[in-house]
């Protein structure tokens, strides 16, 4: 079977930062690809680059060089506000720290991404309970984040990702404040929500454990990207 076009894809990128006392390569000539359906976990280290190169997929920043092609277009072939739209209606974000605005329920910070996403309000409510119906944590809605659990967080964060219908889902270290249990309940809902609604998910972690989740592991290690073989 012919295989679709990537998501995402990444060709010969390099990122080096320029810091008093030094230079840093924090990302190695990386090559990489991802599509549809499919879960792929970026394992490394502390330090390895595994930050720099979700936040150069997300196009948060760019490369020092290389080419990052999104949705089978490069980078600079979109206008920012076409980026923007594309972020809010696409992509999904999901990060260590949450990221939740905590002045604000949790029903409100999920139905925030459907609002950037340009959803009317009425079906945006339907669509966000929805999600927290299906992160199990519907009775928790009119709440404000502060009163929660790091776990209900962390689903409240995944619920505001995938809400929108995003075909690319970038989790950065999702399970890193949580208990072996429930990070890795998490992680199976990604590669559920992956199957069945064929989301591209990209998660960086350097918890091994997530490997049985990923249909693919790449290895990071000082900013060198490999199959595992290195
Ligand atoms: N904004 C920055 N300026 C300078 N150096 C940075 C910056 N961000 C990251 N680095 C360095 O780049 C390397 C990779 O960092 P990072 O991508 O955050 O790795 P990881 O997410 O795997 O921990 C590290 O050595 C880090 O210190
Ligand atoms: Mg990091």
């Known amino acids: 079977m ?22 840093t390569i924090a990302l190695h000539n990386a090559s990489f690809e991802a599509f549809a359906s499919e879960l792929v976990l970026l394992l490394g280290p502390s330090g390895s680059g595994k930050t720099t190169m979700l936040t150069i997929m997300a196009g948060l920043q760019r490369p020092t060089s290389g080419d990052v ?18 972020r809010a209606s696409k992509m999904g974000f999901i990060f260590q720290t949450f990221c939740l605005l905590d002045s604000i329920s949790v029903i409100d910070n999920v139905m925030l991404s459907l ?29 404000l984040p502060v009163t929660l659990s790091q776990g209900e967080k962390q689903r409240v964060a995944v619920a505001r990702a995938l809400v929108t219908g995003a075909e690319l889902i970038i989790a950065d270290e999702p ?17 559920r929500s992956c199957k069945t ?34």
Do not use: W
């Open 175 to 191: 399970t890193g404040s949580l208990a072996t249990q429930q990070g890795m309940q998490i992680v199976d809902f990604l590669n």
């Open 115 to 143: 609002k950037f996403a340009g959803i009317p309000k009425d079906l945006a409510r339907q669509k966000a309970i929805e999600f927290l119906d299906r992160l199990e944590i519907k009775h928790l809605m009119n709440v």
């Open 2 to 23: 012919e295989k679709t076009n990537p998501i995402i894809k990444l060709k010969d990128v390099t990122k080096i930062y320029q810091r008093s006392g030094g230079e």
């Open 69 to 86: 092609f999104l949705f089978g277009r490069q980078f600079y072939e979109y206008s920012s506000k076409n980026l923007q739209q594309i």
């Open 197 to 230: 609604e064929s989301r591209c998910v990209i998660i960086a972690s350097h918890d091994e454990r997530i490997s049985k989740y990923a249909d693919r592991v790449m290895h990071l290690r000082d900013g060198i990207l490999g199959n595992g073989n290195l």
